[in-house]
């Protein structure tokens, strides 16, 4: 993390609405260090949504199977929700949970794609993959890689059409889901239709102007952005030579892509960087839908669902969505 030799311009204002909200929530450290990973991975974690709740009193069949991981590595485990009462083969969301590369589990965020995929009638396939820094880069995505393989190999097991399938991810699982789809484009296979990106972690550097303001405010600051990247990277965190598979802003090509929704907060670390993705895949000849929700802190929708702001956020994926799959 390269240290200002300016002073930090002031941040952006939150959103009212979100403010209060954000206050509300007092207790959470604005900055995660490492020496909080093991309270936040145990009793402080929140408790997994159970098959119960995902089942929705019948609207889905839940199953949590386990599938081949990466030559040599262990088995992944994949939640696969599939929807009732619609005629397959139905359009796919492979989902990449949020944690910063150090938190999470393949139920975590799910929620949200299981309202799209109830309203459109989706596939939801969400992927547990191992976290660092017990298991640094290549390790994550290439668990999320191996699970995508599976899952377009399986279309017509699971009632999905390998022609629509949508990678999607939240914060670092937005990061892995981009860089899904440039391993897919790289490695000629599987045929994405479209990548959806919250909020996503997409730059080991950590030194854009929005990291720098954002520093000791808000969730997920510039102390825990070096964290959760320190801990998949290690040394080579912000180096010369990072992999755009691990961070896909260091891309120099960002051509041949599918179609992308891109949406960010305005009072978050990660503005600058999205907002620079999405000007690079318009500059490679791409398409590409990008958000700045004012006032938004990371991950504003999750955390204070009821805010306007956060049922703009949410209406604009889904309205994204039905336009992409024409449904």
Not at 147 to 164: N, S, V
Not at 179 to 202: E, F, I, K, N, S
Not at 215 to 243: E, I, Y
């Amino acid at each position: 993390m390269t240290t200002p030799t300016t002073p930090a311009p002031p941040p952006p204002p939150f959103d009212p609405e979100l403010a209060t909200a954000l206050e509300a929530m007092g207790a959470a450290p604005s900055s995660i260090t490492p020496d909080l990973l093991p309270a936040l991975r145990g009793g402080e974690a929140p408790a997994p949504v159970t098959d119960e709740e995902l089942r929705r009193d019948g609207a889905f069949d839940i199953v949590e199977r386990a599938v081949p991981g990466p030559a040599g590595a262990p088995d992944i485990s994949l939640l696969i929700c599939t929807p009732t009462g619609f005629e397959a083969p139905l359009p796919a969301v492979y989902y990449v949970h949020a944690g910063g590369m150090i938190l999470g589990d393949n139920r975590l965020g799910v929620t949200e794609v299981l309202d799209w995929a109830q309203e459109l009638g989706l596939v939801v396939v969400s992927v547990e993959y191992r976290l660092a820094p017990e298991h640094p880069h290549p390790a994550p995505v290439e668990d999320c890689y191996a699970g995508l393989l599976w899952t377009a190999e399986h279309a017509a097991e699971l009632g999905a059409d390998p022609e629509r399938i949508i990678v999607a991810g939240t914060s670092a699982g937005g990061g892995l889901a981009a860089a899904l789809a440039l391993m897919a484009r790289d490695r000629g296979r599987p045929a994405l239709a479209a990548q959806l990106l919250m909020c996503p972690m997409l730059d080991d550097r950590n030194d854009s102007v929005s990291s720098v303001q954002m520093a000791g405010h808000g969730v997920w600051d510039r102390t825990s952005n070096d964290t959760g990247w320190s801990a998949l990277l290690g040394d080579a965190r912000g180096g010369p030579g990072v992999s755009p598979y691990a961070a896909p802003a260091r891309a120099e090509d960002l051509s041949g892509l599918p179609p992308a929704f891109i949406d960010v907060g305005s009072a978050e670390t990660f503005r600058d960087e999205d907002v620079a993705y999405a000007t690079g895949l318009w500059q490679a000849g791409g398409r590409a839908e990008l958000h700045v929700w004012p006032g938004g802190f990371h991950g504003f929708d999750m955390m204070a669902p009821q805010a306007a702001l956060s049922q703009e956020a949410r209406a604009a994926r889904l309205r994204w969505l039905r336009r992409l799959l024409e449904i």
